[in-house]
């Protein structure tokens, strides 16, 4: 008999997924592939988060990875930074997880359609920013020119080395890497990743920049990005704050009168220029 699948009802739901593919991106960094059992669309949109949990341990919020163009299953890439992340890493590939959303206000696809972009993605930043740029990528017809500039500590901490090689040799899309510490085989660009700003060849009126990273690196690189002329509402940010609920109830994520989870994490710049507390 052919299984039923059902969508996803509520963001309350807990379901259940099971680790199909487990891979060590870095010392501290893990990517997983998930799948979820009984449903069958599990859609959501470039910039969105999933709250994951592991059973006795408790539950944390991932950004989503994958593109919603890549069907049957997702992608979370995390960071060992506490108890539950500690746990997640120390799971197998067959191991289940729950998973509940997905949350958030993801990146404004719509308005980015037909334009240039120039996204900017620093450390972790470059795990959001990863969803929305393969998104781009599998629908490239649909967008025009892309830059990509990419910063992390060392070499050893870039993500998804393999896929930025691919992105290298498409057609209308330039990428830029640099780290803060080089070591003998690095090739590439040294200092922070405001000093690739200036060097970037685009029309500003016609270009959205998508910025995902610490949050000291925005003030520095909106400044870069204002001396080019790019209008606040071209400025798009992804901010990251720690979420607990997911949906709006316990507060943990309040940036001023706004709730990062529920109209963020995505915003314009124009949304929070206002909000000392935002940036």
């Known amino acids: 008999m052919k299984e039923h699948k059902q969508a996803v009802k509520s963001s309350y739901e807990v379901m259940t997924g099971t680790i199909v593919t487990k891979k060590k991106m870095t010392d501290q960094e893990t990517y997983f592939e998930i799948q979820l059992a ?19 341990v408790g539950e944390a919020p991932i950004s989503i990875s ?22 997640l890493h120390a ?8 998973i509940r959303g997905p949350f958030g206000r993801g990146f404004p696809i719509k308005k980015l359609k037909g334009k240039d972009l120039l996204f900017i993605g620093g450390g972790c930043g470059n795990i959001p920013l990863h969803s929305l740029i393969t998104y781009v990528l599998d629908n490239r017809k649909n967008f025009g020119n892309l830059n990509i500039l990419l910063g992390c500590k060392t070499p050893q901490t870039m993500l998804f080395v393999d896929e930025l090689e691919q992105w290298e040799n498409r057609p209308g899309v330039v990428v830029n890497k ?49 001396k080019k002329k790019f209008a606040d509402d071209h400025i798009i940010l992804s901010l990251e704050r720690h979420m607990k609920c997911g949906v709006g109830k316990c507060g943990h994520c309040q940036i001023g009168d706004l709730y990062c989870c529920q109209e963020g994490p995505v915003f314009t710049y124009e949304e929070i220029k206002h909000n000392y507390e935002a940036l």
């Open 38 to 56: 009984g449903v069958s669309d599990f859609n959501y949109d470039p910039g969105q988060f999933v709250m994951i949990s592991v059973p006795g």
């Open 66 to 87: 994958s593109s919603p163009t890549r069907k049957g299953s997702f992608e979370l890439v995390v960071r060992k930074a506490g108890t539950l992340t500690s746990a």
């Open 91 to 98: 799971l197998g590939t067959g191991d289940p997880v729950g």
């Open 178 to 226: 640099t780290v803060d510490q080089a070591d003998a085989g690095w090739k590439g660009n040294v200092g922070l990743i405001t000093k690739l700003i200036p060097g970037v060849d685009c029309d500003p009126s016609k270009t959205y920049s998508v910025i995902v990273g610490p949050p000291i690196m925005y003030k520095f690189v909106i400044q870069e990005l204002l």
